[in-house]
């Protein structure tokens, strides 16, 4: 191709895209006259507060937001609220309190509707946030969202009534997450706790929380802490030095898992209730309870080690329940492990569970108690009790007679206990 022919072929592109431009954008010339303002004042067009250095103290309602990575001074609280309705996003950025500083963020007790998102707080000497902490009914309504607090010399998040904390991660403080009545805590996880890794006050809701690598403490190294009224699901306790979940009284826990923990995998309070759960490997009991009333364990799964105890109740703990669970020892015959043990209490109900590998199967020490519908599987002693009987009387308990596994299909005494050894 000649050069007057490239020439000509580039001016034709050239004009036929600017044309195209034109076509698709509008025309390329401003319309007459000056430029003028839009009228809007740069809190119209900005209405945020910027946060540019710490400490910074917060006094007047509105929405504040990081602007870098800021760093706390020696002995300082990097951010204090002292004003309800304030919204503070971290922006992705950190805030480093570098091991000498007090809190991270600060709640004023005075301060509500406080909202906290989207960034980190890390290596703070004090808490990561802290909302009035020593006074339940004060900074209520706490939110915080999306925020990881790693290293704090006391506790993680700390939220009074009716806060919502949701999709935070805490790793290295005393406790990790403690929330007051009426709270929720969402997809929350807390790792290596030193004392706790979550304690939630009463009425409040947990779901899909997890606490690994609780390390012991004044409060015995618990995963979950739970005030009266509580509900969790599908929360995870592990590899904690106390028990994974210690529960107050009307609580009900729903498909939780609490594995290889130290203590107990669950420690239940009155008018309580286990459903679809998991207890596995704890070197503590599966579950225990003490001087409790209207407990029910429902559909769990229970495995223990060697000489443990998947269901220890003790102290006249009256009227509960063992139901639709399987309860199992180490494997091999015969295992030194209990299935159920029911320790002075009456009207306790054991029925249609499965106990495998085991020595002791249920021991029940009082009467009206009822242990009907079971199948015990390589366990040597499948029922004991200081007051057998096969009917109810005024003292005795009731118990299915052991039917062999053999002739079960046979067997049509809806009370009947199966065993096949």
């Not at 979550?198 to 690994?212: D, K, N, R, T, W």
Request: proline share 4%.
């Amino acid at each position: 191709m000649s050069t007057i022919a490239g020439v000509r072929a580039a001016v034709f592109i050239a004009s036929t895209l600017l044309g195209a431009a034109a076509a698709v954008g509008g025309p390329l010339t401003p319309p007459p006259g000056a430029v003028s303002s839009t009228g809007k004042p740069l809190s119209q067009v900005e209405p945020r507060s910027a946060i540019t250095a710490l400490p910074m103290v917060i006094n007047a309602a509105g929405s504040y937001y990081l602007t870098d990575n800021l760093s706390i001074p020696a002995n300082q609280v990097g951010i204090q609220v002292n004003a309800s309705g304030v919204t503070i996003d971290l922006s992705g950025f950190t805030i480093n309190g570098n091991g000498v500083s007090g809190d991270g963020i600060d709640v004023a007790s005075s301060a509500r509707g406080v909202t906290i998102r989207n960034g980190s707080i890390t290596n703070v000497g004090g808490c990561g946030i802290d909302a009035a902490s020593g006074s339940a009914d004060l900074a209520d309504g706490l939110t915080v969202e999306g925020v990881r607090v790693l290293t704090a010399g006391s506790r993680g998040i700390t939220g009074s009534r009716g806060a919502t904390i949701r999709n935070c991660y805490v790793n290295g403080a005393q406790i990790g997450i403690r929330a007051g009545f009426s709270s929720k805590v969402l997809s929350c996880t807390v790792e290596f706790a030193t004392q706790t890794g979550f304690i939630v006050e009463g009425g409040s809701m947990l779901e899909a929380c997890v606490a690994v690598g609780t390390a012991g403490g004044p409060t015995n190294g618990r995963g979950f802490v739970f005030g009266a009224g509580n509900v969790a699901e599908n929360c995870v306790a592990r590899s904690n030095t106390g028990a994974g979940f210690a529960v107050s009284d009307q609580a009900l826990l729903r498909g939780c898992s609490s594995t290889a923990n130290t203590g107990a995998g669950f420690v239940l309070g009155s008018d309580s209730r286990l459903e679809t759960c998991s207890a596995i490997a704890n070197a503590g009991a599966g579950v225990t309870g003490n001087l409790i009333r209207n407990w029910e364990i429902n559909g769990c799964i229970i495995r223990v080690p060697a000489n443990g105890t998947c269901v220890n109740i003790t102290g006249q703990s009256h009227t509960g329940k063992v139901v639709d669970c399987t309860l199992a020892g180490p494997f091999g015959f015969p295992a030194t492990a209990t299935g159920v043990f029911v320790n002075d209490s009456l009207y306790v109900t054991v029925t249609r569970n499965t106990f495998t590998s085991m020595t002791r199967g249920v021991v029940i020490d009082d009467a009206w108690n009822t242990i009907t519908g079971n199948v015990f599987a390589a366990v040597s002693s499948p029922v004991t009790t200081s007051m057998p009987g096969l009917i109810l009387l005024s003292n005795v308990n009731v118990i299915g007679p052991m039917v062999d596994f053999q002739n079960a299909a046979t067997n049509t005494n809806p009370l009947a206990n199966i065993r096949h050894n």
